[in-house]
């Protein structure tokens, strides 16, 4: 199966024909998230790897993760499960050491034709993830995320990678461009002027660049060592309170939408409401108290 990433991955296709199915990271010893549905994946697999932390990992190792629709539908409904859940409070996206997600299905997209892929809304619901999860999601990036792989990274809130992990937009290599947001994401990220020059030769960048650039949070020396500190930065955030998790969430991602006057102003409201909540009564008084608040996540 060809990938978005055609000329960054010419010659791992046949490689990839060998690969073992994905297992789960190595660095953490992690429980099956399980229900009669989410057992039946076969694209992706769903854990709790941690205390709150909830787990998905894309599963397609013969295509390096390509995106097909199928993997997006499922991928859709184990966020849809995580997000309603009461006992998950942070989740990790990632794929395997080899590939996060080596860019979308070729095989699918090719024969598509305008009015096909505009009645349909073709990709349109690779973006459900930004609208309907309300939890933090840190993407661990391992190997190549290109095309709609790098895109589906940079839907997450948090971009975690190895140093040298290979993003990119190589669509112009296609004769076409990015359609799931690489455009509008990657230039608020990085700027307009390297976002360009990314965008307009399909040049790809590696993870050390990503972090330098203000892309990824973090770029770690080895995938155990991404995997580890993805799975520490989710349990951490998992242990405050739910709410203003959610309301931090909230106001961060209004400043990629609002002006600076508005945003702010958008910010205090939020801030002046979780004065109603009980989490900051309680943590407030922990904090006087020099003792550890135990949220009530109300």
Known sequence: MRSV????LRGLSRAGSRFQPAT???????????????????????????????????????????????????????LLSLQSSPTIRSIVLTGSE?????GADIKEMAPLTFSKAYLESFIESWSNLTFTTKKPIIAAVSGHALGGGCELAMMADIIYCTK???????EI????IPGAGGSQRLTRAIGKSKAMELILTGKSFSGEEAERWGLAARAYGSYEELMEQSLKTAETIAGYSKVAVQAAKEVVNKSQELGLRDGVEYERRVFHSLFGSQDQKIGMKAFAEKGKAKWVDE
């Not at 990433?5 to 960054?8: L, Q, V």
């Not at 080899?98 to 080596?102: G, M, N, S, Y």
């Not at 290599?173 to 076409?176: A, C, S």
Request: charged share 15%; no cysteine; net charge positive.
């Open 98 to 102: 080899r590939a996060f997600a080596a």
């Open 164 to 170: 040298t992990a290979n993003f990119g937009q190589p």
């Open 173 to 176: 290599k296609l004769g076409t």
């Open 5 to 8: 990433a055609f000329n960054s």
């Open 24 to 78: 789960l990271p190595r660095v953490a010893a992690a429980r099956a998230y399980s229900t009669p549905a989410e057992n039946q994946y076969e694209f992706i697999q769903v854990s709790e790897p941690r205390p709150g932390v909830g787990q998905v990992t894309l599963n397609r190792p013969k295509a390096l993760n390509a995106l097909s629709t199928p993997l997006i539908t499922e991928l859709n409904t184990a």
